[in-house]
């Protein structure tokens, strides 16, 4: 049996590497801007999972997090950091999965530089509470799933291809190699 991208006439895979997979990282969690950030993955367990919003992605591939010193994820990440991040920037494309090694502090200038006054809501003390803590997730690995070109585009291939009973998707995915 052919895979449903075997069946297609045009191209619908591409690796995307260095600068290249830091881009599209960028662009598809601009679209989503939280994820589910999942911890003990590694335990053979369910792993636990938890919405998260980014407030970073620097130009290395770094994702920054603010995170509170007593909950349960910090103390996961701490005994095992290895986690997963998955976004979902719309229902029919925008996927990102993931893979990194995350780390936690309480450094203060990162603290004052990811703020927002938004994250007042869950630190009441603004941005000197002492509960805050900082997560930097380092990517070691990723795939995405997307368009190749827009919403419509994409509708308009779908249906044709449904009508005709031909695979004519305008999605695109590949690895994320930094």
Known sequence: MDSINKQQEEENFENLNGPEAIEKMKVLV??????????????GQPFVTRPMAVQKLDDEG???????????????????????LLFQGSSYSDFL?????????QDKEKIKELWNPMLKTWFTEGVDDPR?????????DGYYWDTKHNKAVGLIKRTVGAIIGKTMDDSIEGNLSL
Request: one cysteine or more; hydrophobic letters at 35%; proline letters at 2%.
């Open 62 to 84: 770094n994702f920054w997090f603010l995170s509170s010193k007593d909950s349960h994820k910090d103390e996961e990440v701490s005994e095992d950091p290895s986690v997963q």
């Open 30 to 43: 601009d679209k989503a801007s939280t994820c589910f950030f999942c911890t003990e993955i590694t335990t």
């Open 97 to 105: 999965s993931v893979y990194g090694i995350a780390t936690v502090s």
């Open 132 to 140: 805050i803590s900082v997560i930097k997730v380092k990517t070691i």
